[in-house]
């Protein structure tokens, strides 16, 4: 297991480095260190306090989400969603997702599939918030149309983040119709009676074999729905939706906050709090695209991007971006490390142990 982990390191190391390489390729290096010296880091405690506070936000939305499952205590929330975000700095394909409910399910017994339900309805929240900031914000900002920055495969540019925003839209409809589909009692009911069906499919097969299907496939399945729709239960409480769309703006506007303190201490650029929401919307559609563990190279290339709308010249835009998402990045994955030695959660294996280490 160490060999694998020490060779999965290696290979994301050298995958982050060619990411990083595509980013900055059309930025002298010699300029982009001497923008990080210059940046006044005096601003950066603070910055980095506005990320705290915002994931402080979102332990808060979802321990309101979670009530439609079992109440969990403010710290019993907080270890497992930093943790899950701090696996999402670290390895690919966004494994902290799955991560949270499968901690969540071995701490507070909340079964997995409720517990991945909230992860999703979370994930609705910020589409939904995210989609909403970007149509306001970009009714007022022009994008030049001629206006690219490559990052290996990928093209950023116009066309690109409308095609990230329309997908987005998509998503969250989707999102929010299975949402209904299952958490509607009459809809769920039929849903589990076509599952309870199945068996009816196989007439060819003997009753004894029916009768399998049923009990091992069927009643899991149903089982599953149940749970999802537990997740999901905030849909029939239209104060506790209130409640989670008001913290998620807070949750996003924290985090332009930071973006905008991290500014003040970075020469060359001069935006305002509306501008520098742009920025992060931007950074936000960009690290959207499939990417390396801890989006290196998208991020600085949608940074860079964003940064340029406002005429923001290439070494201070990719001196910026770089910083930010060290100050995004480095908080999160360290808190998250504490959690996980708190929570007993082995990172080497992604296995959950006891305190007393058996």
């Known amino acids: 297991m160490k060999k694998k982990m020490t060779i999965s390191l290696i290979i994301g190391t050298a995958i982050s480095f060619i990411a990083l390489y595509f980013a900055f390729q059309n930025v002298p290096i010699a300029d982009l260190f001497h923008y990080l010296a210059s940046i006044n880091y005096f601003w950066l405690m603070p910055s980095v306090l506005f990320v705290g506070f915002a994931f402080l936000v979102r332990v808060l939305r979802w321990q309101v989400i979670l009530t439609s499952v079992e109440k969990v205590s403010f710290w019993k929330a907080y270890h497992p969603m930093m943790i899950g975000f701090m696996l999402n700095c670290i390895l690919p394909a966004r494994v902290g997702e799955l991560a949270r409910p499968a901690i969540l399910q071995q701490k507070e017994k909340v079964a997995f599939t409720a517990g991945l339900a909230t992860v999703a309805a979370e994930r609705v929240f910020d589409l939904i918030i995210l989609i909403s900031l970007s149509v306001i914000i970009f009714s007022s900002i022009s994008i030049d149309p001629n206006l690219e920055i490559g990052f290996g495969d990928y093209l950023l540019n116009k066309e690109t983040l409308t095609a990230i925003g329309r997908n987005m839209i998509i998503l969250c409809a989707l999102l929010i119709a299975v949402i209904i589909l299952i958490s509607i009692d009459t809809s769920r009911h039929l849903l589990k009676t076509g599952i309870m069906g199945i068996p009816t499919l196989f007439f060819f097969l003997k009753s004894g074999v029916k009768?399998?299907?049923?009990?091992?496939?069927?009643?899991?399945?149903?089982?599953?729905?149940?749970?999802?729709?537990?997740?999901?239960?905030?849909?029939?409480?239209?104060?506790?939706?209130?409640?989670?769309?008001?913290?998620?703006?807070?949750?996003?506007?924290?985090?332009?906050?930071?973006?905008?303190?991290?500014?003040?201490?970075?020469?060359?650029?001069?935006?305002?709090?509306?501008?520098?929401?742009?920025?992060?919307?931007?950074?936000?559609?960009?690290?959207?695209?499939?990417?390396?563990?801890?989006?290196?190279?998208?991020?600085?290339?949608?940074?860079?991007?964003?940064?340029?709308?406002?005429?923001?010249?290439?070494?201070?835009?990719?001196?910026?971006?770089?910083?930010?998402?060290?100050?995004?990045?480095?908080?999160?994955?360290?808190?998250?490390?504490?959690?996980?030695?708190?929570?007993?959660?082995?990172?080497?294996n992604i296995s959950y142990q006891k305190k007393n280490g058996s």
């Not at 930071?258 to 935006?271: A, F, N, Q, R, W």
């Open 211 to 348: 009768e399998k299907i049923g009990r091992f496939v069927c009643t899991p399945l149903i089982q599953v729905v149940d749970n999802i729709a537990a997740g999901f239960g905030l849909i029939k409480n239209f104060k506790r939706i209130s409640i989670c769309l008001g913290l998620s703006v807070a949750v996003w506007m924290l985090h332009a906050v930071s973006y905008y303190i991290m500014m003040l201490g970075c020469p060359g650029i001069d935006l305002s709090f509306y501008e520098m929401t742009a920025v992060m919307i931007i950074i936000s559609f960009a690290i959207a695209l499939p990417s390396v563990p801890g989006f290196w190279g998208l991020w600085e290339a949608g940074g860079r991007f964003a940064l340029t709308l406002f005429a923001v010249s290439n070494s201070d835009a990719a001196g910026f971006a770089l910083a930010s998402h060290a100050v995004q990045m480095f908080p999160v994955i360290f808190i998250g490390l504490i959690s996980a030695v708190i929570y007993g959660v082995n990172i080497k």
